[in-house]
């Protein structure tokens, strides 16, 4: 026995040596899992797909089994290789006009010869990176496009509804309607109500009942009731014709003029690229919108259109109608919980396997069903959301110009002539620019909106030379772009009216650029050695923030100061009176100006519902730390409270500060924060005073306020075990080391409050520590390791919740 643990010993050693501990056990072969969710997502998108399906298949005028083909290599050959796990690939609504074209013009197997081009053409832009290109075309040409398809689809099915059939062009639909409604099909016309019916209400059926049959699609059940009431009613409809698969045509070579040919390639390219393209980014917004944890990667869209390539290029080979992403059966997908490409897959399975097995069944379906629900799916096409999002943005005119050019002429003319009109919209942005003058208490107006171009120069010289000699003279700037020719005619004009005695200020959107030559924009070195932003004239070119910070940029004086006038050690000059209170008039003016009308709207529903923030932020009164910058942070998210040092007195003591305690309770029973940071920072002055006051100096306010403090101090001195490290170092400065050491002793402090304390106990709340460094603009979080608080950087990618520290 003993002679066997040696060797048992050196076993082990040698595993260990092969397979770190840390490393995972090696395994046999793998086996392939399908999750649950797939399997029921699967089976969820498989009954969408059945019907929509033949149904595209019938408005398109391609043989029927050409639907089924297009699904199944869409969801195997699309879902394998595509880039977005959970978009759902097929025929789909937004192909079936150019699809039903170009059967028209060169018949079928040429058109799944240029299926197949289009897929090599998508493989060519998805070698060469050029996927989010398409990303770049104005949203309202494609809205506007998918809703000209749409009209075109709802017109043509129409004819199928009443009994008849579409023709051509929808012109021609529209002349063949009257006779067509004068001579309807009764039984056609009943079929196709009791499914548009049933798509209708199917997803409004009320009570617990209702909600368990909400989970059958709506389309299976509209075809499926449809079919089983023409069969009990014995109605005479022309149904499903599915031939053998024997003699299913197959791809041939493509006849017919070569640019007629090219522009059909292009157009099909075009048109499955960006519906899947789109379709993917929505697929990514509607997975990062579900409850739990995201464990599906975003999509990968130069992959999704190589994966979309392949799938068009192995269906139009065997036969099948073109590919792309299809929001319908995507959206079911993310909704019925898909959390792989398994399900996409799985559904194509679903469909080779009907298709083989289901004929007999498939064959029962009256086509005016198939038709009504095809219509359905082209009047849900021209959305109502879409055109007002198009108007909000003032895109309408682009929009109704794509949808009429794809319904009166077709989908690449319409198109065409959609970014004809965008490019011309924005042209017509760039050079509109309105320039206006007027005068108040004393002091000239000119305001310029919008881009000031060449073409504005004249209405501006107009608007400048309204102004008097020696006048005082505000020009608001109000767009993001001015030209050579405008900078210089404005640049002129300010230096001859300053040398004439009038004053000059640019406000607006280009204020911290002031009008300058390029060369004089550089910043020049302040007496303490520190490049700043200002300008030979005293402009200031700093941040938006500048005028709130104790910077070194030299204001301009309304009059030049005398050479004897006394100069100040540090070199600046002084202050003009009232120079403060204008810097605060400027920027409550440039808040009311410039940010007020973006966060209007949402203050105004914080006034409403109240606030409802989900953190307390305790930190100091610096000026250095404005906390909505380095929390990233907006109105409603931080309940914030500010003091010298950052100090939380201990409940109960003599001489202690209530508000504090106030708010702390204010904010854990009555607001209900789920967390409490504690955040000091660098350089703090409440800790350097500490470091430097007697023992007995405690009779101003600030004096007693500090002893808050003095807990701090001692731990600082060595009674509480190892001091609190920075990034995995303790730092030299004696000012830094308190300064970690008092956001410690204030958790300590915070732990002791009865509401805290019950907070945290329950799991309600958690509590942070929070170090920022100034002048490096970098954050730290509080952990515990090993007994040891460091305060960890904060990087970028770092996940939120990282560094609490329990109480």
């Known amino acids: 026995m003993s002679a066997c643990v040696p060797a048992r010993a050196a076993d082990l050693n040698r595993t260990e040596r092969a397979h770190p501990p840390h490393s995972p056990p090696p395994t046999g072969p793998r086996r392939l899992r399908i999750a649950g969710a797939d399997v ?104 506007g496009m998918l809703a000209g398809i749409g009209v075109t689809i709802a017109v043509a099915q129409v004819h199928i509804v009443l009994g008849g059939t579409p023709q051509s062009s929808v012109p021609d639909n529209l002349r063949a309607l009257p006779a067509q409604l004068a001579d309807f099909d009764p039984a056609a016309v009943s079929a196709s109500l009791l499914t548009l019916t049933l798509l209708m209400f199917w997803p409004r059926l009320p009570g617990r009942i209702g909600r368990f049959l909400r989970r059958i699609p709506a389309a299976l059940v509209a075809v499926t009731g449809a079919t089983a009431v023409a069969s009990a009613a014995g109605l005479a409809l022309t149904q499903v014709d599915l031939p053998s698969w024997r003699s299913h045509a197959l791809a041939g070579l493509p006849e017919g003029p070569v640019l007629g040919l090219v522009a059909a390639v292009l157009t099909t390219t075009l048109v499955c690229s960006v519906q899947s393209l789109l379709g993917a980014v929505a697929v990514d917004k509607l997975a990062s919108a579900r409850p739990g944890p995201q464990h599906v990667k975003r999509s990968d869209l130069d992959r999704e259109l190589l994966g979309q390539g392949a799938a068009n290029i192995v269906s139009g080979s065997l036969g099948g109608l073109p590919v792309a992403g299809v929001a319908v059966r995507s959206s079911a997908n993310v909704r019925a919980g898909a959390v792989s490409r398994n399900s996409t897959m799985l559904h194509g399975v679903l469909v080779v396997i009907a298709a083989l097995l289901m004929v007999p069944l498939l064959e029962l379906i009256p086509l005016a069903s198939l038709a009504a629900l095809v219509m359905a799916v082209g009047i849900q096409m021209v959305s109502l959301h879409h055109i007002r999002t198009v108007t909000r943005h003032r895109e309408v005119l682009v929009y109704a110009v794509t949808t009429l050019g794809v319904v009166s002429l077709g989908v690449l003319e319409g198109v065409v ?49 309204l102004v008097p000699p020696g006048a005082d003279t505000v020009v608001a700037l109000d767009g993001s772009f001015m030209d050579h020719a405008a900078y210089e005619a404005l640049h002129d004009w300010q230096s001859t009216h300053r040398a004439r005695g009038g004053t000059v200020e640019i406000t607006g959107r280009r204020a911290g650029l002031r009008i300058a030559e390029p060369g004089e924009l550089a910043g020049h070195p302040t007496p303490g050695g520190r490049q700043t932003g200002s300008t030979p004239d005293g402009g200031c070119r700093c941040r938006p923030w500048t005028a709130w910070r104790n910077h070194q940029c030299e204001r301009p004086t309304t009059e030049p100061l005398p050479d004897t006038a006394p100069q100040p050690a540090d070199g600046n000059r002084p202050e003009p009176e009232g120079g403060h209170a204008r810097e605060l008039v400027r920027g409550i003016s440039a808040f009311q100006r410039d940010t007020a009308p973006l966060v209007r709207e949402e203050l105004a529903r914080l006034a409403r519902e109240g606030q409802r923030p989900a953190q307390l932020f305790l ?9 909505s910058m380095i929390t990233a942070s907006g109105p409603g998210d931080l309940f914030v409270v500010r003091n010298v040092g950052n100090f939380v007195p201990p409940p109960g003591e003599e001489s202690g500060d209530d508000s504090v305690a106030a708010a702390i309770e204010y904010a854990v029973e009555k607001l209900a924060v789920r967390s409490i940071t504690v955040c000091g920072h660098s350089g703090c002055g409440a800790m350097q005073a500490l470091l430097d006051s007697r023992p007995q100096g405690a009779c101003t306010p600030l004096g007693r306020w500090l002893r808050h403090g003095r807990p701090s101090l001692e731990r600082l001195g060595g009674t509480h075990g190892p001091g609190e490290r920075l990034a995995g170092s303790t730092p030299a400065d004696a000012v830094e080391r308190l300064c970690l050491s008092n956001v410690v002793q204030q958790l300590d402090h915070l732990g002791a409050h009865p509401s805290v304390a019950r907070a945290v106990k329950d799991g309600r709340l958690e509590v942070h520590g929070m170090y920022f460094d100034v002048a490096e603009a970098q954050a730290y979080l509080l952990t515990d390791a090993d007994g040891t608080r460091v305060f960890d950087r904060v990087r970028a990618a770092d996940l939120p919740g990282e560094g609490s520290l329990p109480v």
């Open 619 to 627: 930190t100091c009164a610096d000026s250095r730390l404005v906390t």
């Open 40 to 143: 029921s997502a699967s089976v969820a998108v498989f009954l969408i797909a059945l019907p929509l399906s033949l149904g595209i298949a019938l408005a398109t005028g391609a043989p029927l089994q050409a639907g089924l083909v297009a699904a199944a290599v869409g969801g195997l050959v699309a879902g394998l290789l595509g880039g977005s796990p959970l978009q759902v690939s097929g025929p789909a609504a937004g192909l079936t006009v150019v699809t039903a074209d170009l059967i028209q013009r060169y018949g079928w197997r040429t058109t799944c010869a240029i299926t197949v081009l289009a897929g090599l053409a998508q493989l060519g832009l998805g070698c060469l990176r050029v996927a989010r290109g398409a990303l770049a075309v104005s949203p309202a040409i494609v809205h």
């Open 417 to 465: 002539l959609g970014i004809a009109v965008a490019v011309a919209v924005a042209l017509h942005r760039l050079t509109r620019t309105r320039i206006t003058h007027e005068e108040k208490g004393g002091t000239h107006h000119v305001h310029v909106r919008g881009q000031l171009t060449f073409l504005a120069v004249p209405r501006l010289s107009r608007a400048l030379h």
